[in-house]
């Protein structure tokens, strides 16, 4: 157990949808990051929140945004769901931001979109 | 992010030290060199990371080149438990993490 929650742990939804997933980091870890697995394209970064405050974005889609909110959960909302949008979303949380600070996983959010 | 080369796959026997290789000939001086698995569609889990030294936790050992252009993961008594996708990832400032192929790694009896 990493000690990094999320919820729901799996979601079914129609295109067009809009969703949201929740992630809670460790406690004491002011930094919370969004990966996206799809089978054809691997694990990919997508945005990183460090105290509230955006940090760097990889490969997030515009229809896609998220938040960090004053007590450190996070959520990443996703909307005009896609087929392609169907994946594994995790989480994950470090002390900081900077170099030399792991992460940790959460267990992740599995999106299927019909 | 400096570029990581991982064989594709490599098998170990059960209860023997599995060394896992992992080339990043550009990487630059402050960039760390991090170890996660995965196992199956489970979140990635840290195993170990470090910059310069050899560095060793109650997971595994890592073994880095005074170069610094590759490093091997060693897991000193490979379980069943240990079958995943291993992956070596050398981020650039800010630490996000860049996940190429990975060495998938299978125990055998």
């Known amino acids: 157990d990493s000690g990094v929650t999320q919820t729901p742990k799996h979601l079914i939804t129609a295109t067009g949808q809009r969703v949201t997933l929740r992630c809670s980091p460790r406690s004491g870890d002011l930094s919370v990051y969004w990966y996206q697995q799809s089978l054809d394209q691997g694990l990919q970064f997508l945005i990183q929140?460090?105290?509230?405050?955006?940090?760097a974005k990889g490969n997030i889609l515009e229809r896609f945004s998220a938040q960090q909110f004053p007590d450190l959960h996070s959520e990443l909302n996703l909307s005009s769901l896609e087929l392609g949008d169907s994946a594994l979303y995790f989480c994950a949380s470090s002390v900081s931001s900077g170099s030399g600070n792991e992460q940790f996983f959460g267990p992740g959010t599995r999106l299927t979109v019909l | 992010d400096a570029k990581t080369t991982q064989p594709p796959s490599m098998d170990c026997a059960e209860g023997r030290a599995a060394n896992l290789p992992c080339n990043h000939s550009?990487?630059?001086?402050?960039?760390?060199v991090y170890w996660y698995r995965q196992i199956h569609s489970q979140g990635p889990q840290y195993i170990i990371h470090?910059?310069?030294n050899n560095e060793t936790n109650e997971m595994a050992s890592l073994i880095i080149t005074e170069d610094r252009k590759s490093s091997t993961l060693i897991l000193p008594h490979a379980t069943l438990r240990d079958t995943a996708v291993y992956y070596c990832i050398a981020p650039s400032a800010g630490n996000k993490l860049t996940f190429g192929g990975g060495t998938r790694v299978l125990v055998k009896p």
């Open positions: 470090g910059l310069k």
């Open positions: 929140y460090y105290n509230g405050e955006e940090r």
């Open positions: 550009t990487i630059s001086g402050n960039e760390y």
